[in-house]
T-cell receptor
Framework: DAGITQSPRHKVTETGTPVTLRCHQTENHRYMYWYRQDPGHGLRLIHYSYGVKDTDKGEVSDGYSVSRSKTEDFLLTLESATSSQTSVYFC????????????FGQGTRLTVV | RKEVEQDPGPFNVPEGATVAFNCTYS??????FFWYRQDCRKEPKLLMSVYSSGNEDGRFTAQLNRASQYISLLIRDSKLSDSATYLCVVEGQAGTALIFGKGTTLSVSS
């Protein structure tokens, strides 16, 4: 158990509303990631962080922003949710930089209606 | 060429069968390779790392061919509990993050 908690676990929101997903870890790891998983696409990297206030874009970052003001929390924000952002969102951590084993949170199922 | 490609399956096999999954990757500079397992509506979990010399963990054997940029996973004596989606995972550009294949679905039946 890598001590990763995602909240909320499920959310339904309306198009155009802002949404923030939270990833919380208890192990003090530097490296955190947000992925989304969709049928036919697999897991795709949205944003990642190598430390407090150190974030960068992944493959599918458009429409998403992140913040990391504390080591333990990595927030993913959809500024104005769209139906194309309906997905399962997974947070992950690695104990070292990106080429090492990743541990995942349980996921957040987001539906934008 | 996509970064990590897998045959999506599904692979439907009887208990006791041997099944092999293949994966190709595009980043020749990748140094780390993994197989993850994902059960329905759950998070992915590490099944095994893949080493250059090949490695085995019980009924599971992983192979890496760097020249062909090809990774394989062999499952022997399949169990019902092996039914899941298997994800091929490769280190991304400059080691920024892990890149996941779309997964291969395995269904083992009695």
């Amino acid at each position: 158990d890598a001590g990763i908690t995602q909240s909320p676990r499920h959310k339904v929101t309306e198009t155009g509303t802002p949404v923030t997903l939270r990833c919380h870890q208890t192990e003090n790891h530097r490296y955190m990631y947000w992925y989304r998983q969709d049928p036919g696409h697999g897991l795709r990297l949205i944003h990642y962080s190598y430390g407090v206030k150190d974030t960068d874009k992944g493959e599918v970052s458009d429409g998403y922003s992140v913040s990391r003001s504390k080591t333990e929390d990595f927030l993913l924000t959809l500024e104005s949710a769209t139906s194309s952002q309906t997905s399962v969102y997974f947070c992950a951590i690695t104990t070292d930089r990106g080429g090492t084993e990743a541990f995942f949170g349980q996921g957040t199922r987001l539906t934008v209606v | 060429r996509k970064e990590v490609e897998q045959d999506p399956g599904p692979f439907n096999v009887p208990e006791g069968a041997t099944v092999a999954f293949n994966c190709t990757y595009s980043n020749s500079a990748s140094q780390s390779f993994f197989w993850y397992r994902q059960d329905c509506r759950k998070e992915p979990k590490l099944l095994m790392s893949v080493y250059s010399s090949g490695n085995e963990d019980g009924r599971f054997t992983a192979q890496l061919n760097r020249a062909s940029q090809y990774i394989s996973l062999l499952i022997r004596d399949s169990k019902l509990s092996d039914s899941a989606t298997y994800l091929c995972v490769v280190e991304g550009q400059a080691g920024t993050a892990l890149i996941f294949g779309k997964g291969t679905t395995l269904s083992v039946s009695s």
